[in-house]
Every structure is written in C-alpha cells, then in structure tokens.
C-alpha cells in the first residue's frame, strides 16, 4: 500500500510539474493581453510536447504535430467569400473570392507558415478569409510541400510555380494581373520574400508583384545569435516559438534532418570568414535598434566557426531563396512595396529590422509595424486584440499600394 502511495504521489506530481509547464510559465510584465497568449502558448506546447513525447517512444514527432494541428482540410462555407480548391500546375491552392465583386480586383497569393514542415491550407483558413473579408481581395492561399519530406527548393518552387499560373491566369479569377500582391507569416514569409525576389528579377513584364507583406519573416540562417535569437533561446520558457526550435525548423528545410542541430545551435555555421563578404554587411547586428544591442554586439567581431560545416552547408544558407536577407543591393532595389511586421517577443524579430535597414537605405518604399508585447504567431491567434489590428494594418497597406496604386497617387500629387 505505501508503494502504491508513492506512486501515486509520484505520478500526481509529474502531472503538477508538467501542467505548470504548460500552463504557468509567466510572461514578461509588459506583455498585452497576457492571459489570451498564454492560452496560445498552452495549445502550442501541448502539440510540441505530444511530438517530443512520440520521439522518445520512437514515433516521428513531425507527424505528430501535424495530426494534432493540421486541422480539417474540408472547406468551411463562409456567407461573405465563394471559396473553391484548385491546383495550380499541379500545386494544391484555396480560393477565396469576395461575393459581389466585379471584374479587375486585387488579388493576394497567401504563403503559410509552420517551418516549412507544418501548417496548411486547412490550418490557415480563419486568419486567410479574415484578410480576405477585411480587404475584399481575391487571395489564393498555396499548399505547398513541406520538410523534411521535401527539402529546400521543394517549397520554394511549389509557390513561384502557384505565383506564376495565378498571375498569368488572373483574369479567370475576376483579378487584375497588375495588381497582385505577395504575403505569408513565418517560414510562409520567407517564401513570399523569396518568391517575390525572384519574380523580381525576371525578365517577364507581366509577372511582377504590386507589393509583398512580410509577417515576421525568417530570413537567414546565417547567424543564429543575432540578438533576439540569443534572447528568445529557450524552448521552455514562455514563448511560442524560441531559438531550438527555430534551429531544428531551418535544418528540416536545409537539411531533411537534424544531424547538425548542436553545431547550429552553437552558431557554428557562422564563421570568422564571412566577415570579409558581403554578406556580413547584409547582417550587421549594428543596423539593429539600439535598446537590442548588448555590450557583446557592439564590441569587435568575433567567431569561430567551423569551416568544414560552413562548406557543406552553404549551397543552401547562402542562396536568396533560402534566405532572402542575403539578396544583394541590386536584386533588393527592384523589390515592389515591402510591408514587414515584427514581434517583440520572437527570435525572428533581428531579421525583420534587418531587412527594413536594408530597404530604407536603398531608398526602397517600406513599411515596418513592429508590435511590442506580443510574441512570434500572435497573427494567428484570432481572439487576440493585437490580431485584429495587425489585419487591419495590412489591409491599410495593401489598400494603398495594391489597389489604388501609391506610386500613382504620389506621382499625381508631386511627392
């Protein structure tokens, strides 16, 4: 009997721990509506626990989170859009089409995030008909491969190859294809940010992007230690998305594994050599807000690295359309409209500054919102207060550079 007791103590205080775990890590004193992101954080942790409990019963933990958060891919009839599923060349896609609407609209390819290994079209739904209602434009939201199945250029191809056939299909969909914008969160805005680079580039006239929506985006992989991913380093601490994680993202997309996590994770991809390219400028923490800054980023350059990683890997860490802040001066110029959101809260967050540094300084049209108080996917969570803005703030933009043209408007009044 006193065994059992024990037992039973035991487990009832493993459940204790783990639910305080899930439940009551706090947030920092600053934080908006602490309690509702806390929920958030809660559901996330409980689909990431599942996984790493799976993994240590020898189950894929990938599959896992995408069995509990895929959600339902059926499609949820809504009394404001005509929502249809197609394929795009061969790639899944969802269209949402406000009622009412004539021909010549605006149109928005939709890019989802989830590390490029979860996330869907399904999972999506809410916060892609929000945009769509909210901006009455046409979005086509892609389903495109994931990691580690698939790795680097899978997912990336999968959404220049919806992008194109949307634009030179636009006219089918009652949309202008001259006024098509670009947007994703997370992994999806490094897809966007890539896709719209690449489309930039292009000789094609007829396939150029109006302006591209960036929500906090991951951008390079290059320097895992920027400031907010030194800050934002703890899986167990009380964010959505921290540096382990993110790490684990990157390699499932560069790699198809995670045979080089420790060495990522010590930054050791980032060598003492990159200091003398060009990249280095492209990433210099010092472009960076000050109140970022520690002592550390503000003293002499200093890295060790690992040569021999730094070769295999950087086919894929170097390339643009693996990480888009790496882009150069030229490529950059002949960007459309950039809107970048930031989180407070997020070790993505360096790379959005970054990025808008680099814009600004080109002389580039960009609009940075940065959200303190808030955490990495707050754009998801549809109950928070901070969601319904960052809509309508990106709605604001897409109004003004997609579908009545700020280029043309300035030109017209001398600006």
């Known amino acids: 009997m006193a065994m059992f007791l024990k037992s039973c103590s ?12 899930i439940f009551y890590t706090p947030l920092p004193d600053d934080a908006v509506e602490p309690w509702k992101q806390l929920l958030g954080r809660s559901l996330c942790r409980i689909v990431f626990g599942s996984a790493n409990i799976a993994e240590l019963l020898g189950y894929n933990g990938v599959n896992t989170i995408r069995s509990l958060g895929d959600g339902s891919q059926e499609i949820t009839p809504d009394e404001d859009l005509e929502i249809s599923d197609a394929k795009f060349n061969g790639v899944d896609v969802r269209i949402y089409k406000p009622k009412n609407i004539d021909y010549n609209n605006p149109g928005l390819v939709y890019l989802h995030g989830g590390g490029w290994t979860i996330g869907t079209i399904g999972s999506y739904d809410p916060l892609v008909k929000k945009i769509a209602k909210s901006s009455r434009f046409v979005v086509v939201s ?46 999806g ?73 420790q060495q990522f994770l010590e930054n050791n991809q980032f060598i003492s050599e990159i200091k003398n390219t060009k990249f280095y400028s492209y990433i210099d923490r010092k472009q960076l807000p ?22 295999r890997v950087s086919k894929w860490l170097l390339d643009p ?19 970048i959101l930031t989180a407070e809260y997020d070790p993505l967050r360096d790379d959005g500054f970054l990025l808008t540094s680099r814009l600004r300084s080109l002389n580039k ?6 959200f303190d108080g808030v955490q990495h996917a707050f754009v998801a969570l549809t109950f928070l207060e901070s969601y319904g803005r960052a809509v309508d703030d990106i709605t604001k933009f897409l109004d003004n550079y997609v579908l009545h043209d700020m280029d043309m408007i300035k030109m017209n009044l001398g600006i």
């Open 10 to 21: 035991i487990i009832f205080a493993v459940i204790a721990v783990g639910l305080t775990y």
């Open 142 to 187: 892609v389903g495109y491969r994931r990691a580690p199945e698939h790795v680097f250029p899978a997912a990336f191809d999968d959404c220049l190859t919806a992008t194109r056939y949307f634009f030179k299909n636009a006219k089918q969909y009652s949309v202008d294809p001259t006024r098509i914008g670009i947007s994703g969160d997370s992994a």
């Open 189 to 261: 805005g490094n897809l966007a940010a890539a896709v719209t680079l690449k489309l930039s580039k292009d000789a094609d006239p007829n396939i150029k992007p109006k302006a591209q929506v960036l929500i906090y985006p991951a951008l390079q992989a290059l320097d895992l230690n920027l400031p907010s991913y030194r800050r934002y380093n703890d899986d167990g601490g009380p964010f959505i998305l921290a540096k382990p994680m993110m790490t684990k993202f990157w390699l499932y997309y560069g790699e198809g594994n995670l045979k080089l996590l």
């Open 290 to 311: 000050e109140k970022y800054l520690t002592e550390e980023d503000k003293s002499p350059f200093s890295t060790n690295g690992n040569k021999e990683l730094f070769d």
């Open 321 to 339: 359309h693996f990480a888009p802040l790496l882009a150069t001066d030229e490529d950059l110029k002949k960007l459309p409209p950039t809107y």
């Open 365 to 370: 049209e960009v609009v940075h919102s940065h």
